[in-house]
């Protein structure tokens, strides 16, 4: 933090990404914002610089990190990125999907980035200011979503600060993100086998029938422990506001904060015309009110678990869980 008490927000124009490269290059933490929610972002080639994100957030140490690249080329520094790997994000990258697959040897990542496992995150992100940056430095950054650890993900730079001032060095403010939830995250196993760890905005059936011919299974994604997490977003517990939520509400008690869905009507909605793409990008926005919030416990209304809405009831079964 060099030193600092108040986390620095600027524009994310040439200046601002500028300014963060320096503090990055230095060893640094910065929030940037992606695609899908606001990042934290520093050198993954450095254990000092790695270190301060788990500080920071306050991140256990068992939980990997994802891995942001510029595209193919520069993620097979760090992965062994065969066939299989290719063909899933060569229609989607850049974009909102992580891959997990056996890291090289020589990958010269910082350890904890892999968090002692042989397998690696990687991303190739869409989102024109994180790419701006990734062309600014010449290593790669590691970048779990800008908060608190296992508390709600930023939408927006108002967001990075309210877990995060003056625990980190710089905000880059890009204005409220698109997608809303985290990338959608495939590990590929052995043969080529795809598996889905966490849903997100690709829709991982579609996709492996478009490479492939065939829909892929989409197992329930795994609800890791203490130990056997191989990404991140599989703790049981995630995404919490602090205060007990009621999921599927048709009602509302007078201690709730209700968060709407389509006829149901809220104190705030995930969109009132029902749709799940709006549900999505608001979904966190929606949350961190219901905190701020006066109302001791929250309700949301059903959300269908259709397309994306699979990624939202799975944040939000994550974030009703009670907290070990």
Not at 20 to 29: H, T
Not at 258 to 270: A, H, K, N
Request: charged share 20%.
């Amino acid at each position: 933090m060099s030193g600092k008490n108040v986390t620095e927000v600027v524009q994310a124009d040439p200046k601002g990404i500028a300014l963060a490269a320096q503090i990055l290059e230095s060893g640094g933490v910065v929030a940037v914002p992606t695609e899908t929610v606001y990042g934290l972002a520093a050198r993954a080639d450095s254990p000092d610089a790695v270190a301060k994100i788990y500080a920071a957030k306050g991140r256990p140490d068992f939980n990997p990190l994802i891995v942001h690249v510029q595209d193919q080329d520069h993620a097979a520094q760090y992965a062994e990125w065969g066939p299989s790997a290719r063909l899933a994000v060569q229609t989607i990258w850049p974009g909102p999907i992580t891959l997990v697959v056996p890291a090289k040897p020589d990958a010269n990542l910082a350890p904890a980035v892999t968090a002692g496992l042989n397998t690696v995150a990687v991303r190739s992100p869409g989102h024109p200011v994180m790419r701006q940056l990734l062309g600014a430095v010449d290593f790669p950054l590691a970048a779990p979503s800008a908060n608190r650890s296992g508390f709600i993900s930023p939408t927006t730079a108002a967001h990075v600060l309210s877990s995060l001032d003056g625990r980190i060095d710089l905000v880059l403010d890009g204005g409220p993100t698109q997608a809303g939830v985290e990338s959608t995250i495939l590990a590929i196993r052995d043969g080529g086998v795809w598996e889905e760890l966490r849903p997100g905005p690709i829709d991982l059936s579609a996709l492996h029938r478009e490479c492939f011919g065939t829909p892929m299974s989409v197992p329930k994604p795994s609800v890791g422990a203490k130990v056997g997490v191989e990404a991140p977003g599989q703790l049981a517990s995630h995404y919490a506001p602090g205060k007990p939520i009621r999921l599927n509400a048709l009602d509302r008690n007078p201690q709730e904060f209700v968060i709407g869905f389509g006829s149901i009507p809220g104190d705030v909605t995930l969109s009132a015309s029902g749709n799940v793409e709006e549900a999505a990008a608001r979904l966190y926005d929606c949350l961190h009110v219901a905190a701020a919030s006066d109302f001791e416990k929250i309700a949301i209304a059903p959300v269908p678990k259709d397309g994306i809405g699979r990624a939202i009831n799975d944040r939000l079964g994550r974030a009703a869980a009670p907290i070990d």
